[in-house]
């Protein structure tokens, strides 16, 4: 089997409509970060960004494998610190290591693998995404969530009722799919001062990333298959929160959600969440993924837990053996004892991850 290496730009109509068709039919492969949109909206930002193709004797696409290829020591998923999940598209059959081979590349990591999908076998953690599904509408995803004992949807409509009686009569209101572009800076800023307030990097400080959220809130409408999806909750038709995600098919991936913190006394980010799921229901949409993370408020709209895992596909040398030790010291670790401190080796890797996905070649222009 032959395994082309090219960057997500050069892929021809025929690779996109397979990649497609392979992502429709496997139903594990619902992700917006697995399909080739996101792969070439990031490949406009990155010039290091690539996908290893797994072609049949006759040259026809077998599987797709994206990353962004920094040097040769490692391959990291596309997108770095803004991809949620990563996984093989299509032939679970194929020998991964030839992907590495043709990136030439010592390794290449994974941080939030899928379980449910070729890569399983290279991955070493077990961790969860969290997934709000609502095949047969609002309403019955309302009852489901009742039934597993989850108060979210009393919890946001009280939220909701209490900003409505505080406030002049039809001044509180959410737009969904929003196509207002002050909205979206108001968002942005409101993360990047909750990023300060935490101490957590500011991830917008990169003008790669910067460019390709605001790329992909430019696509909302001039993209049927993948893009942006914004909504907006108002006050006397001020952003009070705002939530933006990925959209792909029928699937809505929370990407961020901020609010005005004169606000904060409302749970604005709680309503914000059930009404986009309210929304998004009413217009076909199945499901809106939340993405891993050891937070209450996604388990408790969550009603799916999408198994994944972190781990790396390895060439025989030192940049596997290296990765391999981490490996290993985070699993003994984890093994132990040692209260809190079971959590750094796994936090120490995440951190170092996030260091090395942020540095791009050079930023593009926007």
């Known amino acids: 089997m032959r395994v082309d290496s090219i960057n997500p730009m050069l892929l021809m109509d025929g690779d996109v409509a397979a990649w497609r068709q392979m992502l429709a039919a496997d139903p594990a492969l619902t992700s917006p970060y697995l399909t080739p949109d996101w792969a070439q909206f990031v490949a406009r930002r990155r010039e290091d960004a690539r996908v290893a193709i797994f072609r049949n004797e006759d040259g026809s696409p077998a599987a797709f494998l994206p990353v962004q290829r920094r040097s040769s020591y490692a391959a990291l998923p596309i997108g770095g610190p803004v991809c949620d999940y990563q996984a093989l598209i299509g032939s679970k059959d194929v020998d991964l290591s030839l992907a ?4 030439d590349v010592g390794r290449i990591d994974f941080t939030a693998g899928l379980r449910d999908n070729a890569l399983a076998q290279h991955l070493v953690t077990h961790d969860v995404g969290h997934v709000a599904r609502f095949p047969d509408g609002w309403n019955a995803w309302c009852e489901e969530r009742q039934a597993a004992g989850s108060k979210v949807v009393s919890r946001a409509r009280k939220r909701l009722s209490k900003l409505v009686r505080d406030h002049d009569k039809g001044a509180v209101s959410v737009e969904p799919f929003s196509t207002d572009a002050h909205a979206f ?24 990333i910067n460019n390709l959220v605001r790329d992909t809130f430019a696509a909302q409408s001039e993209d049927t298959f993948f893009g942006g999806a914004l909504f907006v909750l108002r006050v006397n038709r001020w952003p009070a929160a705002a939530l933006f995600c ?5 699937t809505l991936h929370a990407w961020f959600v901020g609010h005005d913190q004169k606000y904060a006394e409302y749970s604005p980010g709680l309503i914000l969440f059930a009404e986009a799921i309210k929304a998004a229901a009413e217009v076909g949409y199945n499901e809106m993924d939340l993405g891993p993370g050891d937070y209450r408020f996604k388990e ?14 390895g060439r025989p040398g030192i940049s596997s053996a290296a990765r391999a030790a981490e490996f290993g010291v985070r699993t003994l670790v984890e093994s132990l004892p040692v209260g809190r401190a079971r959590q750094w080796p ?11 996905g942020l540095v791009a070649p050079r930023d593009k222009a926007a």
Request: charge should be positive; hydrophobic fraction near 45%; avoid cysteine.
């Open 100 to 103: 590495a081979k043709s990136l």
């Open 300 to 313: 408790s709209f969550a009603n799916y837990s999408r198994p994944i895992g972190a781990g790396f596909i």
């Open 246 to 250: 990925l959209r792909a098919r029928k």
């Open 346 to 356: 796994a936090k120490a890797m995440r951190r170092f991850d996030i260091a090395r």
């Open 185 to 208: 800076d108001e968002l942005v800023l409101w993360k990047r001062e909750q990023m300060w307030r935490t101490g957590v990097t500011d991830i917008f400080e990169r003008g790669w």
